[in-house]
């Protein structure tokens, strides 16, 4: 499992241009990757994630790749609650795990 | 929260082409009414480039303690008031009137963001949700309005932050001055008649301007946590219409009239 520390995007996690670029550097992490293998996202010394780059990042993975992604099990409610918003609007569950 | 738009618009007076506020037996304005009579200052049609104050209160002083005056100046690229004694504002505090031409100079305030709530005493958790939320607010204003902003002012939107630490109570009111719900629901949604029935529709799960997209995250999110979390109150202006959101899509009409006419102002509190 490859691990994506999001502390590299920053601290703050927002808006939806931000999610898109995030996005595209998925997208092409995920291209160099075995097909089988899955994205572990790290949230250490992640402050702020809002649903909108959420919703760009790791929702549209989540449709069009589904059980790419494994979130931190250990996750602050703040960050989760982004997480849920999207879940819930797009009608789609996220995996949530450790790191191997 | 109570809105008395009458004493808004009696502050607000033309007088040989100089704007003049009166604050004449305003002893008090709170954090919406602040944000709503910038809003019809900024938005008013007076063309020349002097304004004056006149029969000053405490709600006039504290308005030169928040950068009211100095952000209007700004805005409407007219120069400061000859006899005005307050500064041009300190930009390292967040409880003042701030103004946002793009939203990235907003997503540059989250470190003060994050330090004044925490200094206020909220949970990193409450932190990050009343952050969050705001930063919704204004990417949504941001994105909606794209290629469409009306007015040809300096600035695109205000944010007035202000706590009150008696009531442990505070307070957020974020106006753009774009085209309003309506208008930006009105393509997917034609049959909308006014921006009650836009806000109304708005504050539904998965309302957005951006169909075929998906969306509709911002309003929801905001709304649970206000209602789930913060035990605070949620305003929506938008163009004439002024709503109370009482519960989470649950919204009543409180002024249909309102002459500010154009831009959407969202406040919300929070008690801790």
Sequence with gaps: MKTIEMKKF??????????KHAYDFF??????????????????????????YCDELFGEIQENLPDKLVIDKNIGN??????????????????????? | MNIEYSKIYNILQIKDN??????????????????ELFSLAVSSLFSGDKYKIINETKASSHLKRINFFPVFEKMRNIPAYEEAS???????????LHNYEHKEQFYGDYDKIFIMLKNIGLTDETTSLVASSLGEVVDNAFLHNLGMWPLNISGRSILLAQNFPQKKELCFSYCDFGV??????????????????????????????????????????????????????????SGEALVNVRSQGDVELVDNNVQVGFGSNIFFSLKY
Excluded: H, W
Aim: hydrophobic share 40%; glycine share 8%.
């Design chain 1, 10 to 19: 920053g601290k703050y996690l927002a808006g939806r241009e931000a999610g």
């Design chain 1, 27 to 52: 997208i092409k992490e995920i291209e160099k990757m075995p097909k089988d293998e899955k994205i572990f996202c790290n949230f250490q010394d992640v402050l702020l994630l809002a649903p909108s």
């Design chain 1, 78 to 100: 703040a960050l989760k609650k982004a997480f849920d918003t999207v879940a819930e609007v797009r009608d789609l569950e996220f995996m949530y795990g450790e790191s191997e």
């Design chain 2, 18 to 35: 100089i704007l003049v506020f009166d604050f004449q037996n305003v002893g008090f304005l709170n954090t919406f009414e602040i944000v």
């Design chain 2, 86 to 96: 307050f500064s041009t504002g300190n930009s390292n505090r967040l409880i003042e």
């Design chain 2, 180 to 237: 309003g719900f309506r208008a930006t629901l009105l393509e997917n949604y034609p049959e909308l008649k006014n921006n009650f029935e836009a806000i109304k529709l708005a504050m539904e799960e998965n309302v957005t301007s951006r169909f075929p997209r998906r969306g509709g995250n911002g309003l929801n999110y905001l709304q649970k946590n206000i209602f789930n979390g913060f035990k605070g109150e949620l305003l929506v202006r």
